[in-house]
């Protein structure tokens, strides 16, 4: 599981940092959380493939974090992309991107199916052979929602060293899916355990961004591997925090801790700010294991 | 008048070119003509002060030409923006605005008027004592307009050192009206062209983009100082400039020859053609006084 954060400001433009968008890499899945404005020429920038592009999620419908949905997409098409993309997003998206293709005269070539988040539950939206993702509601001055990605564990590992050279081929994915054999051919019986050792973990990533300090989600992202978290302000501006309903470091961190997650990545940081050096140390001092976000760099877990 | 290319790309995205985006300095005023996406980061990166920013410009909706706007307008808004802003664009992107606005519940601090441009003939949009703007149609594959940008001849200059001491203050601005003046104190009479001189000559900036070869628009264009017109493809591209209803560099020259105009600025470049020397030497071969638009660099007429 690899998270690229691509853009690391928050709403109001500063030159050196972009708005949010990150990037999560799944095996041979790319998902994007968020796209704003210029995301496409970020992408372009970090030569990153499209084509392997599959979902994108919204986290709500403030500019800096949607403006530039429209242009991806719109690129995507010029580009002749005819891949299916899965969007997840708040309802009202769905509405303005029709009306921006429809004034464009644009024809898509590929599909795109336009999912409703619920930003008042807790919600599965995806469960297949490598992907669990979920939605959970976070506090903000508009509808928005937070996003669990969790990455299935890996099949059982088959110790092809100690099977026989007599062993079906055919039988393989039964060991790897931790099912025991019976040849019936041989009548040679293979326990699972035997055969098999533990596969690769699953691996969980929470993004939480934007959101007011509040422990409500605490419950949703309990022991992640990696908490991306939204830290706007510095707690010297902790009231404008509470009143524009975003995070200052500190309390991004107390969060990381109350849920005991593994890492905190913080991001989302206003305009405000030239130097960055004080949202780590703001939040090291309450959560050791932090790390700022950085533009086109990337955590792997 | 100052003309600042702030994008010089087409619709497809190059790493190094950004998409259509114009500023027309006139006295104390900005004016944009178009904005695609990150409009507002180039505004920042050539430290514009958006405060005299009054009027903007769009030709047509083309993601390229206006994806930028609504980031550029939330952005005015979080600075606190107070001052009118006009629009003038084609029929759509009134009720797209407000959607988006409307979406993140986002209330303006400033008034901004949006007049819809008429596609189908030639129209004044504004007409003061500085500026006089008008519309022509351009033919694309959809609905877009050119502008004619004037910026009027300047007063009548007055020759002070020919004033006798005794030349009523008052008077002053008669003069640089262009009216004579008849001094009833004195029994003095001045008659204009004794005392002043011609001001400076209006100045004349025409944009065409996006546009196929098209010579309906010559007459709307005549003797201009400066015109921008887009040079999407090479002469080698002919064809696909003629299904794309877009224009060669050598066909930019063609309008500018028939044109006559003084200065022809060529821009909106296909993203396939990495260097740029073969659209300058294309259209000087056609017209010679020819330029190719530089990312913030400036024209002054």
Redesign the interface.
């Known amino acids: 599981l690899e998270i690229t954060t691509l853009g690391i400001g928050s ?3 500063h ?1 050196e940092r972009h708005p949010s968008a990150t990037l999560v890499k799944v095996a041979n899945d790319l998902l994007l959380i968020d796209c704003g ?2 995301t ?2 970020r992408l ?2 970090n030569r990153i493939k499209t084509k392997r592009l599959k979902y994108i999620f919204i986290s709500h ?3 800096d974090h949607y ?2 949905l ?2 991806l997409l ?2 995507l098409n ?2 002749k992309r005819t891949e299916e993309l899965i969007i997840y997003g ?1 309802v ?2 769905k ?2 991107l029709n ?2 293709f429809s ?3 644009t024809k898509l070539n590929f599909k795109i199916s336009i999912k409703v988040t619920n930003p008042d539950t807790a919600e599965e939206l995806l469960n297949n052979d490598s992907l669990l993702i979920h939605t959970f509601p976070l506090k903000h ?2 509808s928005c929602t937070g996003f669990l990605i969790a990455q299935k564990a890996a099949k059982r590992k088959v110790l092809t060293d100690l099977l026989p050279s007599d062993f079906p081929a055919a039988y393989f994915k039964m060991l790897s899916d931790g099912q025991s054999v019976n040849d019936t051919h041989t009548g040679k019986f293979y326990k699972n355990t035997d055969f098999t050792s533990d596969g690769e973990e699953s691996k969980t990533f929470a993004y939480c961004s934007d959101t007011i300090f509040d422990t409500e989600i605490v419950k949703h992202i309990k022991n992640v591997d990696l908490l991306y978290h939204e830290a706007t302000f510095l707690e010297t501006e902790k009231n404008r925090a509470k009143i524009t309903f975003h995070a200052t470091a500190s309390e991004a961190a107390q969060i990381a801790k109350l849920a005991q997650v593994k890492q905190l990545l913080l991001g989302h940081f206003s305009a405000r700010y030239d130097s960055l050096d004080l949202f780590l140390e703001e939040a090291a001092a309450v959560f050791p294991n932090t790390l700022l976000a950085e533009q086109g760099k990337s955590v792997i877990i």
């Open positions: 709403a109001s433009p030159k404005e210029g496409q020429y372009l920038e419908l403030h500019g403006f530039g429209v242009g719109s690129s010029m580009n708040p009202g998206l509405k303005l009306l921006q004034l464009s005269d001055r508009i």
